[in-house]
């Protein structure tokens, strides 16, 4: 408890230490909680993209994870192969590639969405009326600080 009452500049970097340590756990712990399947994390992630955001190029799945169009095409190749994704020609500009998720596509995400969720909610709510006061005010800072 000493620790979190820091104050001044050592403080705030501890701080600053214990918030990134605290939020790389939960994501990852997030992210570890979906249905059993074939699915790696990252076409995982494409896939709920395309399912939330409809179709998008390679480009703009490549920029939205910041990872190489090469390693995007790995990607989106293992997902049409598996049917989640299908390949279509931009209707605006026929030289461009759409990648949509099919309805197969569609389920797999929105089944790992409401697993996640579903997971959250449930540990979210086995804290005191109190905590969760505290959790949302955080949440409140957390989005301030995200689009600052």
Not at 8 to 31: I, K, S, T
Not at 33 to 38: A, F, K, L, Y
């Amino acid at each position: 408890m000493e620790k979190r009452a820091t104050q001044g500049a050592a403080g705030q970097d501890e701080l600053g230490e214990q918030l990134r340590v605290a939020m790389v756990r939960l994501y990852r712990r997030f992210r570890s909680e979906r249905p059993e399947g074939g699915l790696g994390d990252a076409a995982l992630e494409v896939l709920t993209r395309l399912h939330k955001h409809g179709p998008r190029t390679l480009t703009e799945l490549s920029e939205a994870d910041r990872v190489s169009p090469a390693s995007m095409s790995q990607t989106v190749n293992r997902l049409t192969s598996a049917g989640y994704a299908v390949r279509t020609r931009d209707p605006h500009d026929g030289r461009k590639v759409l990648f949509s998720a099919t309805a197969e596509g569609d389920a797999v995400a929105g089944a790992a969405r409401a697993q996640r969720h579903a997971w959250l909610d449930r540990r979210l709510q086995a804290l005191s009326a109190e905590d969760r006061a505290v959790v949302a005010r955080a949440a409140e800072l957390f989005h301030q600080i995200a689009e600052s």
